[in-house]
């Protein structure tokens, strides 16, 4: 079974500081990993994806993240945060699942907090 | 741009009543999906489906656990009985066409069982 691990349940950086969330996984199959943000009180939004093209995926508002394969890693990356950043980020997994459809396994997420 | 919605943004009942979460995907999307986040706990997977029947489902979705797509907009989650534990904020997700692993997901309803 796919799992994902995120280090780190709460991190808090200063404004205009290096954001990293810290995410490991689990496949036995070449994964498909996402990047996903929660706003309080809103739903889940994608930030990015890995899907087996570039290793280095660029997402929205200035989040990228690398896959790297050796450490089973794909930690997001942001150079300098703002404090609109301040949200719930989930790591998540893609299971193919044969016949349709993919189930995503999430880790548990990380809260940023961005201070001034 | 098109999203998810679901109704209602809040659901109270009590324990033992049958709920129906509602929600509206993606129009052009055949993949669907439901999760679940316990207050403080990670999102979990319920169940997919596609092509009007279910294509996956966890050890959470036991029988007491419904889902219908019962016209060409609407998906929804019968929970029959609740109990307290059910008590989550569930999101609905639909995706494109196969391949497209990108789900997009909807605001959430709030169920609180008590």
């Not at chain 1, 690398?66 to 998540?92: G, I, N, V």
């Amino acid at each position: 079974a796919q799992s994902v691990t995120q280090l780190g349940s709460h991190v808090s950086v200063s404004e205009g500081a290096l954001v990293l969330l810290r995410c490991n996984y689990s496949s036995s199959v070449p994964p498909y990993l996402f990047w996903y943000v929660q706003y309080p009180n809103q739903g889940l939004q994608l930030l990015l994806k890995y899907t087996s093209a570039a290793t280095l995926v660029k997402g929205i508002n200035g989040f990228e993240a690398e896959f790297k394969k050796s450490e089973t890693s794909f930690h997001l990356t942001k150079p300098s945060a703002h404090m609109s950043d301040a949200a719930e980020y989930f790591c998540a997994v893609s299971d193919l699942v044969t016949g349709g459809g993919n189930k995503l396994t999430f880790g548990t997420g990380t809260q940023l907090k961005v201070e001034l | 741009e098109p999203e998810v919605t679901q109704t209602p943004s809040h659901q109270v009942t009590q324990m033992g009543q049958e709920v129906i979460l509602r929600c509206v995907p993606i129009s052009n999307h055949l993949y669907f999906y439901w999760y679940r986040q316990i207050l403080g706990q990670k999102v979990e997977f319920l169940v997919s489906f596609y092509n009007n029947e279910i294509s996956e489902k966890s050890e959470i979705f036991d029988d007491q656990f419904s889902v219908e797509r019962p016209d060409g907009s609407n998906f929804t989650l019968k929970i029959r009985s609740t109990k307290l534990e059910d008590s989550a904020m569930y999101f609905c997700a639909s995706s494109g066409t196969s391949g497209s692993h990108e789900q997009f997901f909807g605001p959430g309803t709030r169920l609180t069982v008590l």
